[in-house]
């Protein structure tokens, strides 16, 4: 079975690196002293500090793997081989709703990367996917889950 491969910059990449780096150099070891900690206070039965301190060693573990095996199944994009006004991968576009004067701006990331609190879509959103390839001055039709409306893309940067 072929693995999933994470679309992403490189700029992505390397935040995910360092993420990685934080769990591997300072929270495993943070667990992992804690851990230390719970154990001398004797019965580990109704130990809660131990408890706890075992179930985050667990889920730190767990990000790093994630982290591990999205670094190692990445596939770097690079958004200056399309035209500077084309929406892609690592681009910032600025969109209007046709008929009013709603704008919003997006950064489009790959999955891996998606954080809609600071305004960055995934590469595989409904909206990502309508607005890929097109370029500033085209209208779009948008499908979500509240119906479908059009944007027109007004500019298109390079997101740094």
């Known amino acids: ?35 230390k900690i719970a154990r001398s206070y004797g019965d580990l039965s109704e130990n809660s500090e131990y408890e706890a301190a075992k179930d985050e060693q667990a889920f730190v573990e767990g990000q790093i793997q994630i982290l591990e095996t999205k670094i190692r199944y990445a596939e770097i994009v690079d958004s200056d081989a399309v035209a500077n006004d084309e929406v892609a991968i690592g681009k910032t576009v600025v969109v209007q709703e046709v008929g009013t004067s709603d704008k919003d701006t997006y950064h489009i990331v790959g999955a891996a990367g998606a954080d809609i609190f600071s305004g960055k879509i995934s590469n595989e959103s409904p909206i990502a996917q309508a607005l890929i390839g097109k370029k500033v001055g085209d209208k779009v039709a948008i499908e979500s889950p509240a119906g479908s409306y059009s944007v027109e893309i007004l500019s298109v940067e390079k997101t740094s």
Do not use: D, F
């Not at 994470?6 to 070891?29: D, G, I, S």
């Open 1 to 35: 079975m072929a693995e999933k491969t994470y679309v992403m910059t490189l700029a992505e990449k390397k935040q995910l690196e360092a993420e990685l780096e934080e769990y591997k150099l300072v929270r495993r070891p943070e667990v992992v002293e804690r851990i």
